[in-house]
């Protein structure tokens, strides 16, 4: 599963990617971009965004996890991602 990132320590505010894909961006509340989808990430504005940051803070990253696309927080709670994907595989079975 891919997930993708914006590394906060780089993150400088410009918003390019937000003013490019508000699909997939947004503000914090630090003035700082954050990932609000995890959805289309072969989108054409995605990867606008992705060569249009002057940072270079936004990553799309390998992960093993199994993730519904929703954040509904600035950072993905594995745990808890973890634990959702354990509980609808027990009531598959």
Do not use: R
């Amino acid at each position: 599963m891919d997930i993708l990132e914006v590394e906060k320590s780089s993150c400088i505010g410009c918003g390019a990617c937000i003013s490019i894909d508000e699909e997939h961006f947004d503000w914090d509340d630090d003035g700082l971009s954050k990932v609000i989808s995890n959805n289309n990430l072969k989108s054409e504005n995605l990867t606008e965004a992705i060569e249009s940051c002057p940072t270079q803070a936004i990553t799309i990253a390998k992960t093993d996890e199994v993730y519904d696309g929703n954040i509904t927080s600035s950072e993905p709670d594995f745990q808890t991602l973890e634990n959702n994907v354990m509980a609808s595989s027990s009531q598959k079975s």
